[in-house]
Each structure stands twice: as structure tokens, then as C-alpha cells.
């Protein structure tokens, strides 16, 4: 089964570093036309010149109105990695209003927004897509520290669920990648703290870290002809975290 997305459109935010970067660059290699969506430019312009020269760039906050009418103004667009988020880690008794507010700002409702503007960019243009919500092993899970962010992650998971009954009928495929801890920008000073660090490695029965490609290999299996009947899955990529 082919993984050559030649003539496809795609759009992945979160894309100027870790994951969604990966997955920028996958999706261009394989010949997706790819717009690559963050906020620093430094990270954006190293993107920008990979080699495919298929990457485009735009220096925008997913949390914010303007990506919602450029999204929704792209022509065949037929994939989405939706892919920006974050966390602030901290007991559950002590979780400030600012730091809720910006997990669940980020992680659901400029997720849900961007989900929905191209969903109707793909319904405007006729396209058949996939749409890839990055969520992770904590949208299945709970863990300590993690309130806010498995809330939000489990609400990317019933997203995912709701969003692919309704849009089958129109040949849009929605689907979540679970990653457990990979090492990136996000998590490396979380995995620094070696208490953290036995931790997880103590959870993870394959007892290594994932690393983006693994998830790149999970998102470029999604939007590839070979998932063509999987709708509303999540697909962990947690080395057994979840399996416990
Ligand atoms: N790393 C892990 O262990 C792990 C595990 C499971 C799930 N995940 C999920 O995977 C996704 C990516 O994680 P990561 O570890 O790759 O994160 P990361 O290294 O922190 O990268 C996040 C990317 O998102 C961008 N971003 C953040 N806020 C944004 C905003 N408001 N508007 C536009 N872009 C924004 C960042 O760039 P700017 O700051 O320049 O905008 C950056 O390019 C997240 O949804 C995360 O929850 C990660």
C-alpha cells in the first residue's frame, strides 16, 4: 500500500518543533503540499528550508481567530495533524486559574476550532481527508500531576469519536494518535528530573522512551489509502503504558 501522498494538501500545527515538525516533514517527503502552523519564526524559517521545498509556513497562535479563516480558505485541503498543545504539570490541589485556562484554551478549544475549520475547508472543496488529533496515552489514562492535561486529552478522545460518525458520510476519516513520553522540547525538562524519568521508564513495559518517528509512523499511517476504513480509533503509541 502506497505512502506517497503526492497532490494532497495538508496543514499540521505544532509544527515548529518536536512531534508536529516530525510530522511536517513526513508528510512533505512523502509529497503532500504542507503548511507548517507555530508562533516562533526561528523554528518556522528551519522548517521552511527542508529539502522537499514543500513546506509553507505560517507564523500564526492556534488559539487565536486569523488560522481559523486562512484554514478554512485552503483549496483540496485533505489532511489536518492537529497537533498543538502543552502542559504545566501540578497537583490537583494546586492548579491556578491561568494554568487551566491555558491547557484547556490550547489543548481542547483551539483544537476543537482548527478540527472544525478544516473540516469545512475539506467540505467546501469536495476533498476526501483525514484528520489526525494528537492526544496521548493521558487521553486514556490518569497520572499523577496530570488533572488538567488527561481531562483534556480525554476530551480530545470523545473529539475524535463524535467528529468521525459525523463526517463518514462525507468521506472525512477522524482518528487520534496516544503517544506515551517521547523526548522533545515539551517533556525534556520533565524528563530531566531523574525521579520523573525511573518513573516512567518503570511504567512503559517496553522500557524505552518513544521517539517522534514512532509517532510520525502512526500519523503517516492514518492519513495514508492503507487506513481507509479506520474512522474514530486511537492508535497508542505508548509501548505498552495503557496495556497494564
Ligand atoms: N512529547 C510527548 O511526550 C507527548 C506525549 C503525548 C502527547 N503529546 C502531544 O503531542 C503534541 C506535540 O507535543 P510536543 O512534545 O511535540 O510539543 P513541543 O515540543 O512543545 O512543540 C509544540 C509545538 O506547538 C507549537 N505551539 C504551541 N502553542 C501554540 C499555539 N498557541 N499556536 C501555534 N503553535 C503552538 C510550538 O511552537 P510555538 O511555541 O513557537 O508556537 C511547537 O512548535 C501535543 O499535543 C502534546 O500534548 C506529546
Known amino acids: 500500500m502506497s505512502m506517497q501522498l503526492n497532490g494532497q494538501v495538508a496543514i499540521v500545527t505544532g509544527a515548529g518543533r518536536g512531534i508536529g515538525r516530525g510530522c511536517a516533514e513526513a508528510l512533505a517527503t512523502a509529497g503532500a503540499k504542507v503548511i507548517a502552523v507555530a508562533r516562533s519564526e526561528a523554528d518556522l524559517a528551519e522548517v521552511a528550508a527542508h529539502e522537499s521545498g514543500r513546506i509553507e509556513v505560517w507564523v500564526d497562535d492556534v488559539t487565536g481567530d486569523d488560522v481559523l479563516r486562512k ?45 472544525q475549520a478544516a473540516a469545512r475547508a475539506m467540505l467546501a472543496s469536495g476533498s476526501k481527508g483525514s484528520i489526525v488529533h494528537m492526544s496521548s496515552q493521558m487521553g486514556h489514562v490518569g497520572s499523577p500531576n496530570r488533572t488538567v492535561y488527561c481531562m483534556t486529552k480525554h476530551a480530545i478522545e470523545g473529539l475524535t469519536k463524535a467528529m468521525a460518525v459525523e463526517l463518514a458520510p462525507n ?74
Open 171 to 244: 468521506g472525512i476519516r477522524v482518528n487520534a494518535v496516544a503517544p506515551t513520553f517521547i523526548e522533545t522540547p515539551l517533556t525534556k525538562p520533565m524528563l530531566d528530573d531523574p525521579e520523573f524519568r525511573d518513573f516512567v521508564f518503570g511504567m512503559i513495559p517496553m522500557g524505552k522512551l518513544g521517539s517522534i518517528d514512532d509517532v510520525v509512523a502512526a500519523v503517516m499511517y492514518l492519513v495514508s489509502p492503507g487506513s481507509g476504513m479506520v474512522t474514530g480509533h486511537s492508535l497508542k503509541v505508548d509501548g505498552g503504558w495503557t496495556a497494564q
Open 71 to 115: 484554514i478554512e480558505a485552503v483549496e483540496n485541503l485533505s489532511i489536518l495533524v492537529n497537533n498543538a498543545g502543552g502542559n504545566r504539570p501540578q497537583a490537583f490541589v494546586d492548579v491556578d486559574v491561568d494554568s487551566l485556562d491555558f491547557v484547556i484554551d490550547l489543548n481542547v478549544r483551539a483544537a476543537f476550532r482548527v478540527a
